[in-house]
């Protein structure tokens, strides 16, 4: 099992910048990819940044050359670096986890979300 805890978010207005950390503990050397979503009220959870196990990281338009995810490995967090936020950010931002690990009985396949941290973008 994974424990995820995000942080960083809070109240920032139209145009400026968070940083958003996810702090992994538990089985962390079994985690393969890990991407950040966000939600917005009574709409779907959308992915928002991935980086895969490679390092490879993919971002869809809405947020390509305004958001950079990181990782590192070594302290096991997961960052998200956004700027030139928009209103339309606003969100619950999530973390997740996929793992890969080797059991008795074979490889076990499995994916862990935080809680989430708000993000309001606002004036």
């Known amino acids: 099992q994974v424990q995820l805890v995000e942080s960083g978010g809070g109240l920032v207005q139209p145009g400026g910048s968070l940083r958003l950390a996810c702090a992994a503990s538990g089985e962390t050397n079994c985690i393969t990819d890990m991407a950040w979503y966000r939600q917005a009220p009574g709409k779907e959870r959308d992915l928002v940044a991935e980086i895969l196990r490679t390092g490879t990281t993919n971002y869809p338009d809405s947020v390509k050359g305004r958001f950079t995810v990181s990782r590192d490995n070594a302290r096991n967090i997961l960052y998200l670096e956004m700027n030139r936020l928009k209103p339309e950010d606003t969100a619950v931002y999530y973390c997740?986890?996929?793992?890969?690990?080797?059991?008795?009985?074979?490889?076990?396949?499995?994916?862990?979300w935080g809680k989430g941290t708000q993000v309001t973008v606002s004036s």
């Open positions: 997740k986890a996929d793992l890969q690990c080797m059991k008795p009985t074979g490889i076990e396949v499995s994916r862990y």
